[in-house]
């Protein structure tokens, strides 16, 4: 049997996100998260409008209104006694609290700070828009397999089923660059494209 190839461009993950199905946070159902990017600007543009629907409730959302998914605290602060500058940033959470106790690790002395939250955008299976689960996910072992909609999941398991991948188009955004190591290992590839049938099926199930 001839190798496949895997020949489709490198997109960034970018590219994927102008239809995203995430999970309401009223219903569970499906919701629609629709974006307008004004151009690629990486990892997520900043300069775009976005809203979300859901079909099955009628939540609605626009741009910048809420947002539902982890936030990561940051500390930049002098220590209140010594003056040693303090840096120190939390774990994502869903839940920010206002101060954090930290301890200067040069005087020793333990203070209470306030945090300044960020919006968390880093490999969580959540919509960098409004921050929702999405609607695509399967556990695999200890990881999640997500993705945004039916494009991303037929890109996903063209890429995963080729026996060939020749990265030479690669760039640091792509895609295919920033999968985990999990995914692209030869030795879980019928396991992947196994739950990519589940994700797959889900979304015929629900006539998308
Ligand atoms: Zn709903
Ligand atoms: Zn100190």
Request: charged content about 25%.
């Amino acid at each position: 049997m001839s190798k496949t190839r895997f020949t489709k461009p490198m997109y960034p993950t970018v590219y994927f996100s102008e239809n995203i199905l995430g999970k309401c946070p009223k219903c569970e159902g499906p919701c629609f998260v629709k974006t307008k990017l004004s151009k690629y600007t990486l990892p997520f543009p900043s300069d775009y409008s976005s809203s979300l629907h859901c079909q099955q409730c009628g939540f609605t959302k626009n741009k910048d209104e809420k947002w539902f998914g982890y936030c990561q605290g940051l500390l930049k602060i002098h220590c209140g006694f010594c003056g040693n500058k303090l840096l120190y940033s939390t774990k994502p959470t869903k839940k920010p609290y206002k101060k954090l106790s930290v301890k200067c690790p040069k005087c020793n002395v333990e203070k209470c700070y306030p945090l300044t939250w960020y919006r968390y955008k880093g490999n969580k299976p959540t919509d960098p828009y409004f921050g929702l689960e999405l609607w695509l996910q399967v556990p695999v072992k200890d990881h999640i397999l997500w993705v945004y909609n039916d494009a991303h999941l037929k890109y996903l398991k063209e890429y995963v089923s080729s026996d060939l991948r020749e990265d030479d188009a690669r760039h640091k955004y792509s895609l295919v660059s920033n999968l985990p190591q999990w995914i692209k290992s030869a030795k879980n590839k019928n396991l992947i494209l196994k739950k990519l049938d589940i994700l797959e099926e889900k979304l015929i199930k629900a006539g998308y």
